[in-house]
């Protein structure tokens, strides 16, 4: 479990006191599983002998963390992923908890070429998750719609940061809807209209023609619209008018509402009659 031999181990309880074993009847050590795990993820972090143990021993229990997440998604641990993200929660926001452990947990196990088994746990865990706390989250309390675009592609880590994305804005009292590009823009007006978006979001990596037809059919029954990008999913060629939201779900949530803001006092400001004194 350490990637270290018994007489390395044995040499850290004769100079450290730890990890200090129980004795059986037949005078073997039997360690805390507690104290193994707090030195472990304790020596992920340090790749120091000395510095992990002092480490493990002040920490006690290895908190939640991604690596250990990771570890879970390895072992096919659904138990266990779950527990780590439910300690996160105690000590973090939900949008941190995505940001700091979940996603970077699955990249961990993306593969370079085909996909593996550990990634597919990994990537359906997470997608269960996120949709979870998607429907607990509150009624949206803005009257601002949001429509992301996001192609879909199952097992790619932009499917799963629009995913968090969506999340993180309707926490913020946004209301949101999620299609994809090539959905069928002649049956498109009843969902516009209930949404009645003013941004559309643009996520993964869709063709292009299928985004600007989409965009023109949503624009056709809502009126003007502002589009963002979110991860680069349009090529940044220096002459789009796209408003890129960056990498991050928080800081795209924190952006998007500015713009937002901005665009519905500027239309505020316009709209106030002209008056002259006297």
């Given at each position: 479990m ?7 181990l044995?040499s ?5 006191s ?11 050590r ?18 120091n002998a000395?510095?992990?143990i002092?480490l ?9 963390s991604?690596?250990?997440l990771a570890?879970?998604?390895a ?29 970077p947990?699955?990249?961990?196990q993306?593969p ?10 990994a990537w359906?865990?997470?997608t269960g998750?996120l949709?979870?706390h998607?429907?607990?989250t509150?009624?949206a309390?803005?009257?601002v719609?949001?429509l992301?675009?996001d192609?879909w592609?199952p097992f790619t ?20 809807l ?12 009843r969902?516009i209209?209930?949404l009645?978006p003013?941004?559309?979001v ?5 063709p292009?023609?299928?985004?600007a037809?989409?965009?023109?059919a949503?624009?056709?029954?809502s ?11 349009v090529?940044d ?5 796209v408003v890129?939201?960056?990498d991050?779900?928080?800081?795209a ?7 937002l803001?901005?665009?519905?006092a ?9 008056r002259?004194?006297?």
């Amino acid at each position: 479990m350490l990637g270290v031999s018994a007489s390395t181990l044995r040499s850290w309880e004769r100079r450290y006191s730890f990890p200090m074993p129980q004795r059986s009847e037949g005078g073997h050590r039997q360690y805390e599983l507690e104290q193994i795990e707090a030195l472990r993820q304790a020596l992920e972090e340090t790749h120091n002998a000395s510095s992990a143990i002092s480490l493990a021993r002040n920490r006690g229990s290895a908190p939640p963390s991604c690596a250990r997440l990771a570890e879970a998604f390895a072992a096919f641990d659904e138990q266990l992923a779950d527990r780590q993200l439910e300690e996160s929660l105690a000590l973090r926001s939900v949008e941190r908890t995505v940001e700091e452990m979940l996603l970077p947990a699955v990249a961990d196990q993306a593969p370079a070429q085909r996909l593996t088994p550990a990634f597919e746990f990994a990537w359906r865990h997470a997608t269960g998750w996120l949709s979870a706390h998607k429907r607990l989250t509150s009624p949206a309390t803005r009257a601002v719609g949001v429509l992301i675009l996001d192609p879909w592609t199952p097992f790619t880590l932009e499917t799963l940061n629009a995913q968090a994305l969506e999340l993180v804005l309707r926490r913020a009292g946004l209301r949101t809807l999620s299609l994809t590009p090539a959905t069928d823009r002649g049956r498109l007006g009843r969902a516009i209209r209930a949404l009645e978006p003013r941004a559309v979001v643009l996520c993964g990596r869709a063709p292009l023609d299928d985004v600007a037809r989409l965009i023109y059919a949503v624009r056709s029954i809502s009126g003007r619209v502002t589009v963002f990008d979110f991860r680069g999913a349009v090529p940044d060629t220096g002459a789009s008018t796209v408003v890129r939201l960056g990498d991050s779900a928080t800081a795209a949530r924190e952006r998007l509402l500015e713009a937002l803001d901005a665009t519905r006092a500027s239309a505020a400001g316009s709209a106030r009659p002209f008056r002259t004194s006297a």
